[in-house]
């Protein structure tokens, strides 16, 4: 979708919204790159023989793998952490060619830019967005080397025993010719994803570090089922955006939407079940407690990988900004001024724009399936919505 041309859409999900407009030459080329994966990546390899010299001395320090479940606040955390003058990160610019940043980069560095005017993106929750912004397209490297990693009947749990030479070595120089390309220090990511390959990647990267984060059960579900419905009617008006939706691997919501399996497909069919008699917050809450508890035993089993690892969580985030992003910039490495760290405190905060509005029988499930899980992060059982 061309996120960096959204206006408004009404909040019943009326898909008058051009951000789910998706461009031809953008549908085409993408369409094009997804469906011959193995091309791009050999295009990505005489890519990176080209530019040997150039990323000869480039390594990959510390880097920063931001993740969550969708609505967390992963974006609110990849915007304040891309921002920093040492980082580079995918931006929505390198959509399509993803696989070649060197070559896309380079070109994009001859054209005239146009002067652009930030938008709020499809999601209509108060991020303003432009086509250097910040985004989550990483999974399009992933998926050109696991084609099952979004299917629900398969697990996608990544190991720190699992070996894949091909994409590691592939990764490692895309990571490498993006650091160059943008004359940066630091490689972060936000990859929602990324939630079960955790331990895969320390084992890539053991100087890595992880920003985790995680939402109060109730108020998390709200978003995501609100964020569900815009993209049925969006993706529904615009068929183009669902099928942009599959090619960066954005399954969270929508006329696709797919239940990560975290190794129980049993577990994970019942939520994909839930969804589809229209029991929407039962599913939801088993998801929830599914990708949370399964965070909470990897991270409870390997003690390298819970020390390299930040839990953030969004309440905390909106409502003590200043420490909580102090932490961050403390728990990655990057540093950072205390005018820069107030001047980013001070926008954020709670979303005003929506409220749960659950029954109590509603809320009761919710607390009964996510209560457990929720404790292991600190959040009390009886969860109840925050003003």
């Given at each position: 979708?061309?996120?960096?041309?959204?206006?408004?859409?009404?909040?019943?999900?009326?898909?008058?919204?051009?951000?789910?407009?998706?461009?031809?030459?953008?549908?085409?080329?993408?369409?094009?790159?997804?469906?011959?994966?193995?091309?791009?990546?050999?295009?990505?390899?005489?890519?990176?023989?080209?530019?040997?010299?150039?990323?000869?001395?480039?390594?990959?320090?510390?880097?920063?793998?931001?993740?969550?479940?969708?609505?967390?606040?992963?974006?609110?955390?990849?915007?304040?952490?891309?921002?920093?003058?040492?980082?580079?990160?995918?931006?929505?610019?390198?959509?399509?060619?993803?696989?070649?940043?060197?070559?896309?980069?380079?070109?994009?560095?001859?054209?005239?830019?146009?002067?652009?005017?930030?938008?709020?993106?499809?999601?209509?929750?108060?991020?303003?967005?432009?086509?250097?912004?910040?985004?989550?397209?990483?999974?399009?490297l992933w998926m050109a080397f696991f084609p099952d990693a979004h299917d629900?009947?398969?697990?996608?749990?990544?190991?720190?025993?699992?070996?894949?030479?091909?994409?590691?070595?592939?990764?490692?120089?895309?990571?490498?010719?993006?650091?160059?390309?943008?004359?940066?220090?630091?490689?972060?990511?936000?990859?929602?994803?990324?939630?079960?390959?955790?331990?895969?990647?320390?084992?890539?990267?053991?100087?890595?570090?992880?920003?985790?984060?995680?939402?109060?059960?109730?108020?998390?579900?709200?978003?995501?089922?609100?964020?569900?419905?815009?993209?049925?009617?969006?993706?529904?008006?615009?068929?183009?955006?669902?099928?942009?939706?599959?090619?960066?691997?954005?399954?969270?919501?929508?006329?696709?939407?797919?239940?990560?399996?975290?190794?129980?497909?049993?577990?994970?069919?019942?939520?994909?079940?839930?969804?589809?008699?229209?029991?929407?917050?039962?599913?939801?809450?088993?998801?929830?407690?599914?990708?949370?508890?399964?965070?909470?035993?990897?991270?409870?089993?390997?003690?390298?990988?819970?020390?390299?690892?930040?839990?953030?969580?969004?309440?905390?985030?909106?409502?003590?900004?200043?420490?909580?992003?102090?932490?961050?910039?403390?728990?990655?490495?990057?540093?950072?001024?205390?005018?820069?760290?107030?001047?980013?405190?001070?926008?954020?905060?709670?979303?005003?724009?929506?409220?749960?509005?659950?029954?109590?029988?509603?809320?009761?499930?919710?607390?009964?399936?996510?209560?457990?899980?929720?404790?292991?992060?600190?959040?009390?059982?009886?969860?109840?919505?925050?003003?």
């Open positions: 979708m061309n996120d960096s041309n959204i206006a408004s859409t009404a909040e019943s999900g009326v898909a008058t919204d051009p951000g789910f407009d998706v461009p031809t030459w953008m549908h085409l080329l993408s369409g094009w790159i997804h469906r011959n994966p193995r091309l791009w990546i050999r295009l990505g390899n005489l890519e990176t023989r080209t530019v040997a010299d150039v990323i000869a001395d480039v390594r990959v320090d510390r880097p920063v793998f931001v993740a969550g479940l969708a609505r967390s606040g992963t974006t609110v955390l990849l915007e304040q952490l891309a921002a920093h003058p040492q980082v580079a990160s995918h931006r929505y610019i390198d959509y399509p060619p993803v696989l070649t940043p060197y070559w896309w980069n380079r070109w994009l560095g001859m054209v005239p830019r146009a002067t652009e005017v930030a938008k709020e993106r499809a999601h209509q929750d108060g991020i303003s967005i432009t086509s250097q912004s910040p985004e989550a397209f990483e999974e399009v629900p009947q398969h697990s996608s749990v990544m190991h720190r025993q699992d070996v894949h030479p091909e994409f590691e070595r592939f990764y490692d120089e895309h990571l490498r010719k993006l650091l160059a390309v943008r004359k940066r220090q630091r490689y972060v990511a936000k990859g929602n994803y990324n939630l079960v390959r955790l331990a895969y990647l320390h084992r890539l990267y053991p100087d890595a570090r992880f920003v985790l984060a995680i939402r109060d059960p109730v108020w998390h579900i709200a978003s995501l089922i609100k964020q569900h419905r815009l993209f049925v009617a969006g993706e529904t008006s615009e068929p183009r955006a669902l099928d942009h939706m599959r090619r960066v691997g954005h399954y969270e919501f929508g006329l696709d939407r797919r239940a990560i399996n975290t190794g129980d497909t049993a577990l994970t069919r019942r939520i994909t079940e839930l969804w589809s008699s229209g029991r929407e917050v039962e599913g939801w809450a088993h998801y929830w407690a599914a990708i949370y508890n399964h965070v909470a035993d990897v991270l409870a089993a390997d003690a390298s990988l819970r020390q390299a690892s930040l839990v953030v969580r969004y309440e905390t985030l909106c409502g003590e900004p200043r420490t909580t992003l102090e932490q961050v910039f403390e728990h990655t490495a990057l540093p950072v001024a205390v005018e820069a760290l107030e001047a980013a405190a001070a926008g954020l905060h709670a979303p005003g724009y929506y409220r749960p509005a659950f029954s109590d029988e509603e809320l009761a499930t919710i607390h009964t399936i996510t209560g457990p899980v929720a404790a292991r992060f600190g959040y009390a059982e009886g969860i109840v919505p925050s003003s």
